[in-house]
């Protein structure tokens, strides 16, 4: 799998209630919701509709006035391709061992194979160029069926769109709403057609429909949102996570979009913060070199889990901002970014008031919230309690509502 980092270095810069026991939905012990309904195959059975998700959390409902906020924190995975190193299985593994809901942006060009890439007509690039490549067949087949088991199991299907480009004249950066119209297009006909462009016969289809799926997504290195947005509107999209430079405080919308950028954080040992993405912490520590010097793996390690912990921490301790991590399936620098982050989720699990969640089911929460409270949450700086404790704070918003609402009337 090609370098799908981020082009931040040195920056100085889950969504439905999970109830008051913080627990998703059942499943049965093969993956399956125990209300699973039989598949209806969709085209060429490359996916199937199979009725509602498994796993989800119950119905967001709105805070309660002097309510706090849960501290939501979204793991999210930038390309969900499995190469044969085991990554996609170890984190599937994670999250059911802590009551995880985490959001996988899917590249299509992963699950299509290299002899048939010349499918791929890639904006302002030669047809069938990637820069992140292909998989072979086999790892095509792992990613199907990594895939499936992580929809089953309760997470969701985004997009990191296709073939990652980032520099030049062909760089997303350039692209226009028209095009990346077109590359999502694609993006989708490789998710839903892959049967027929690989002839794989024996594996199960994916179940989910991925036109009712697909609502939101990661640009390539956080390159070409601007142009993005207006597409996303126009597909129903319901959030973007492509924003640099995010801060950690509370989101608003962008275009009509729930804005959910990568987020600065704490850098241990530096008075700058890191982006809160494995790659950016290996551009701070090894200048984007994935293999730096073994002898600093262990430092660096700690380093990259202490970081998302501060992150956390910062959050979960003041305004209870959202917060937003992207990994990639890599084992940059002996694999320590897998372990930092492995060791982070460990650290925030359990906690009170802490929802592991994806995207897709924070979006939901967000939009089942009273405006007003939204509003003040967004008063909240970053690392700042809320004046007064929050009972105080947000019975003020609660009443800030109501008048508001009588104003209106």
């Known amino acids: 799998m090609g370098l799908a980092g981020c082009n931040m270095p040195g920056s100085g810069g889950g969504g439905t209630d999970t109830g008051k026991d913080g627990k998703r939905g059942a499943k049965d012990g093969k993956g399956h919701g125990k209300d699973s309904v039989e598949a209806r195959p969709i085209g060429d059975g490359s996916t199937a509709d199979t009725g509602k998700q498994p796993r989800q959390p119950a119905k967001p409902q709105r805070l309660e006035p002097g309510q706090t ?191 959910l950028p990568l987020q600065g954080v704490p850098f241990p040992g530096h008075t700058f913060e890191v982006l809160s993405m494995d790659y950016n912490m290996l551009a701070n520590q090894s200048v984007n070199s994935t293999n730096g010097n073994p002898a600093r793996y262990p430092g660096w390690r700690r380093q990259a889990r202490d970081a998302y912990l501060a992150g956390f921490r910062r959050a979960y301790e003041s305004n209870r901002a959202p917060f937003f991590i992207g990994n990639h399936f890599e084992q940059w620098n002996g694999g320590i970014y897998m372990d930092a982050v492995e060791e982070a989720l460990k650290g925030m699990a359990g906690h009170k008031d802490v929802r592991l969640v994806s995207f897709r089911q924070f979006a939901d929460w967000l939009d089942v919230q009273d405006p007003a409270v939204l509003e003040k949450l967004r008063t909240l700086e970053v690392g700042q309690q809320p004046p007064g404790g929050w009972n105080a704070f947000m019975k003020d918003a609660a009443e800030q509502d109501v008048e508001g609402q009588k104003a209106a009337t």
Request: net charge negative.
């Open 69 to 259: 906020p849960p501290q939501f924190v979204v793991f999210s995975w930038d390309g969900a391709g499995e190469v044969g190193n085991g990554l996609f299985p170890r984190f599937l593994k994670l999250a059911e061992d802590h009551g995880a809901a985490m959001t996988f942006f899917l590249s299509g060009v992963y699950l299509l194979p290299e002899s048939k890439k010349s499918l791929y007509k890639p904006p302002n690039n030669p047809v069938g160029a990637s820069d992140i490549g292909y998989l072979t067949d086999e790892h095509v087949k792992d990613t199907i069926k990594y895939v499936r088991q992580a929809w089953l199991e309760g997470h969701e299907i985004g997009t990191h769109f296709n073939g990652h480009f980032c520099g030049g004249s062909g760089s997303v950066a350039n692209w226009t709403p028209a095009q990346w119209e077109n590359e999502i297009e694609q993006a989708k006909s490789f998710v839903t057609k892959w049967r027929t462009n690989t002839g794989f016969t024996d594996l199960d289809p994916l179940p989910f429909d991925y036109e009712k799926e697909l609502v939101g997504g990661r640009t390539p290195c956080l390159l070409g949102q601007d142009n993005l947005l207006p597409t996303a509107k126009k597909l129903g999209w319901r959030y973007d996570a492509s924003s640099p430079g995010g801060r950690q405080t509370w989101p608003s919308k962008k275009n009509g979009i729930w804005n």
